[in-house]
């Protein structure tokens, strides 16, 4: 697997923040009186943009009540972060690697631009990245559009391109592209779901992803926070 850019899902692949998203969802129903959800049915949404998880979770809101769930959303959300998230274990490092590569790094995500710009601000991956696209600026995931502007902006064809994400939303829409996938089974979708769509492997952990596609560990470190690689295709799984 040799590859020219890697685009990167954010929440739940980068950003250990599947459980902030799932507790702001339940405030956000809580105070507009709708009905609560269970914990799994909330972790299957996240990815979408948010306008579409919304009406996903609660399909009989109107146009007033999405945009009314979205602000309280957005409000717990903005609150729960004064103590910021923070990305998983050897994220950092692995970005850094495959930068020292040369290979482009990019981030196709189902936050807002400005949500997404805010997590830049407070962990300074920003930098990391040579381009970017949010929900609210294309098409929401499984839509392929987001990968496909980003091919475009970075003059990258499909098949020098890898997808890495934590749902079957990223998935299906690196498929759409005809752009190889990851899939990390630590994020917001169980490893079974992640499986009916048949990606290329499955990681535990994102320092995986170096060796699977030839990529040495970074110097900063004999091991990338002490990981030890272990990737494993997704068929022998």
Avoid at 23 to 40: F, G, S, W, Y
Avoid at 120 to 137: K, P
Avoid at 203 to 218: F, K, N, S
Wanted: glycine letters at 8%; one cysteine or more; aromatic letters at 6%.
């Amino acid at each position: 697997m040799s590859y020219d850019l890697v685009i990167f899902d954010w929440d739940g692949t980068v950003m250990d923040s599947t459980a902030r998203i799932v507790t702001c969802m339940h405030d956000a129903a809580r105070d507009l009186d709708l009905p609560a959800l269970e914990d799994e049915v909330v972790r299957g949404i996240i990815g979408l943009g948010l306008p579409e998880a919304i009406l996903t979770l609660y399909p009989f809101l109107d146009e007033v009540m999405v945009t009314t769930m979205r602000e309280r959303y957005a409000h717990h959300f903005v609150l729960a972060e004064r103590s910021p998230s923070v990305p998983y274990p050897g994220a950092r490092d692995t970005l850094l690697a495959l930068r020292e590569q040369g290979m482009q790094l990019a981030v196709a995500t189902g936050k807002s631009r400005k949500g997404l710009d805010r997590v830049w601000t407070n962990t300074g991956l920003g930098a990391l990245f040579h381009a970017s696209r949010c929900a609210d600026e294309s098409r929401s995931k499984p839509h392929p559009a987001m990968v496909l502007e980003l091919l475009e902006e970075l003059r990258v064809a499909p098949e020098r391109a890898l997808m890495v994400g934590d749902t079957t939303f990223d998935l299906d829409m690196a498929e759409a592209a005809g752009v190889d996938r990851v899939a990390v089974s630590y994020g917001a979708h169980t490893p079974e779901r992640l499986r009916q769509r048949s990606p290329r492997a499955m990681i535990d952990a994102l320092p995986q992803l170096l060796p699977l596609i030839g990529v040495g560990v970074t110097t900063r470190g004999a091991d990338v926070d002490g990981f030890e690689s272990t990737a494993v295709p997704a068929a022998r799984q």
